[in-house]
């Protein structure tokens, strides 16, 4: 899960990133973020010509932001 330093650096990318899970379209702006994110996790780093690399990254960091917003709004009960 995300830590809330994770969390915040995200945060100027959220919109656009729930956004891309909607349309299919993302601007790329936070893949570098993204990428590290992946990283430090065991996650191999992307590779930036691969449209199947960025798709994946995506997924994984959309479910990322879900997971920590839940834990979040669960732990305010």
């Known amino acids: 899960m995300l830590s809330l330093e994770e969390y915040e650096k995200l945060l100027p990318h959220r919109e656009e990133i729930l956004r891309w899970k909607e349309t299919g379209n993302y ?33 994984n960091v959309y479910d990322m932001i879900l997971e920590y917003e839940k834990e979040k709004d669960r732990t305010k009960e």
């Open 27 to 59: 601007k790329g702006s936070g893949m570098s973020l993204i990428d590290r994110l992946r990283q430090s996790r065991g996650y191999r780093a992307i590779c930036y010509a691969c449209m199947g690399d960025k798709i994946e990254a995506l997924k």
